[in-house]
C-alpha cells in the first residue's frame, strides 16, 4: 500500500474509542513473549512446513487477538497479527492490521517493515519506495534477521545482487541457519551462474527446514544439472511426497528415474502426472519427459499429452549444440492427418499411422520410418539414438 486508505489521524481516535480508552496503559509485549510469538510465527511458515502449518497459524491469530482485546494499543501485537494474517493469505485483516500499527507505531521499525512488504510485493513502481522503507527498518532495529531478509528481497526484484548480497549476509550472520535467508542466498548464487554456491545453499536450506517443498526442488535441479542423479532423486521425492499434486515435481521424477534406469518407477510418476493433468491441475498439454547429454548435444524430449490438430506430434526430441539457445534439429514421432487421412481412404479401420522425421535448422526434412499404431517411447528412442549416430539412414529427404 502507498498509503493506508483510512487515515492515520481518524485511525488512531478510533483505536481510542469505545473500549479502547479503558486500557490505554495495558502493558507492552515483554521481550520473552515477543520472541516467544515470533518463533511460533516462523516456524509455522506455510512455505516452509506446508499445509500442517495452517492450524498453529490460526491458533496463533485467534491467540493474538483474544489479547488485542485486553491490550489494543499494543502496537507489537497488531504487527504480529498482521503477519499471522499474510501467511494464511487473509490479506484484508492483514492490511487492517498493518494500519493499526501505521496509526499507534508510525516511524517503528515494524511499521517500515509492513509497509515495505505491502509495496514491494504488489506494485513494481513502488520498489524504490519499498527499498527505502526496508533499509529504515534496518537502522531502526539492525538485529532482527527478517528485516534484513526483506531488505535483501527487494534489492533482488531491482536486480542489484550486490547490494541483496550484503543483505542477506547481514541476515545470515543473524540466523545462520534461517531457511529463507538461505533459500535467498541460493537464488542470488543461481542468478550469478555460481552453481556450487546455488547447491549449497539450498541444501543447507533443505536441511534447516526439511518440509521447504522449494529448497528441495531447486536443490533435485541442480543435483540433476550435474548428473548426480542418485542425490537429486532424494530431493525430488521428498519434495513430492510434500506437494503431491504439484506436475513439475513429477515431471522432474520422470527425468531422475529416466537417467536411472529406473523404467518402472519412471512410468508411475508418469501415470501420476497424467491424473494430475486429467484433473486440469497442469497448465499446459506437454512436459519434459527427459534430458540427457548425447556426444556434443544436449538432447531435451518434449512429450504432448494430447495429439490434437493437423500436425499432431507426440515427442519432439530437440537437439541442442554448443550455443544452446535454439535446438540444431528436432526428431519428432508424429501423426499428421493428411496420412492418416490418405491411409483411410483405402482401409477405414486402418490403425493410426506414426511416423518419425527429422527436421533440420537448414529447413532440411528427413523421414526415418513410418509405422501402424504408436511405437513406445523406448523404442523410438533407441531409433532417435540411431539417427544421431549415423547408424539408421533416411528413407527419404528434401530441403526447402
Not at 545470515?172 to 533459500?183: G, H, I, K, S, W
Request: aromatic share 8%.
Amino acid at each position: 500500500m502507498s498509503r493506508p486508505s483510512v487515515p492515520v489521524a481518524l485511525l488512531a481516535l478510533l483505536l481510542l474509542g469505545a473500549g479502547c480508552t479503558s486500557r490505554q496503559g495495558a502493558r507492552p509485549l515483554t521481550s520473552v513473549e515477543r520472541d516467544t510469538y515470533e518463533e511460533r510465527l516462523e516456524k509455522a511458515q506455510p512455505f516452509l512446513v506446508g499445509p500442517r502449518g495452517t492450524p498453529e497459524l490460526e491458533a496463533l491469530a485467534r491467540e493474538l487477538e483474544a489479547r488485542l482485546e485486553h491490550h489494543p494499543r499494543d502496537a507489537e501485537l497488531h504487527a504480529l497479527l498482521a503477519r499471522t494474517a499474510l501467511a494464511l493469505k487473509h490479506d484484508d485483516q492483514a492490511r487492517a492490521e498493518a494500519q493499526r500499527v501505521e496509526a499507534l507505531a508510525p516511524d517503528s521499525a515494524e511499521a517500515h517493515f509492513l509497509r515495505a512488504f505491502f509495496l514491494g510485493g504488489r506494485d513494481p513502481d513502488q520498489l524504490a519506495t519499498a527499498l527505502a522503507e526496508a533499509q529504515r527498518a534496518t537502522e531502526l532495529d539492525p538485529q532482527r534477521g527478517r528485516y534484513w531478509r526483506l531488505l535483501g528481497t527487494l534489492h533482488l526484484q531491482r536486480q542489484q545482487p550486490a547490494e541483496a548480497r550484503a543483505a542477506l549476509e547481514r541476515a545470515l550472520a543473524l540466523e545462520p541457519d534461517n531457511a529463507q535467508a538461505l533459500f535467498l542466498s541460493g537464488l542470488l548464487a543461481e542468478d550469478e551462474g555460481r552453481a556450487d554456491a546455488a547447491l549449497l545453499a539450498f541444501e543447507k536450506a533443505s536441511r534447516a527446514a526439511p518440509d521447504f517443498v522449494l529448497a528441495h526442488t531447486h536443490a533435485g535441479r541442480h543435483l540433476q544439472d550435474a548428473r548426480r542423479n542418485e542425490a537429486a532423486l532424494e530431493h525430488f521425492q521428498r519434495a513430492a511426497a510434500l506437494a503431491p499434486r504439484d506436475w513439475r515435481i513429477r515431471e522432474r521424477l520422470v527425468q531422475v528415474h529416466q537417467a536411472l534406469g529406473n523404467t518402472a518407477r519412471r512410468d508411475a510418476e508418469r501415470e501420476a502426472l497424467l491424473a494430475l493433468h486429467r484433473e486440469g491441475l497442469m497448465d499446459q498439454d506437454f512436459y519434459i519427459r527427459e534430458q540427457w547429454h548425447e556426444g556434443p548435444w544436449l538432447i531435451a524430449v518434449v512429450e504432448n499429452l494430447e495429439l490434437k490438430g493437423d500436425w499432431a506430434r507426440r515427442y519432439e526430441f530437440q537437439v541442442f549444440g554448443a550455443s544452446g539457445e535454439r535446438p540444431e534439429r528436432v526428431i519428432s514421432l508424429g501423426s499428421y492427418a493428411f496420412t492418416n487421412d490418405f491411409a483411410r481412404e483405402k482401409n477405414p479401420s486402418a490403425p493410426r499411422l506414426f511416423h518419425l522425421d527429422a527436421y533440420g535448422a537448414d529447413d532440411s526434412h528427413e523421414t526415418y520410418g513410418l509405422f501402424e499404431g504408436e511405437p513406445s517411447y523406448d523404442d523410438t528412442r533407441a531409433r532417435v539414438l540411431a539417427i544421431l549416430r549415423g547408424e539408421l539412414p533416411p528413407s527419404s529427404s528434401s530441403k526447402r
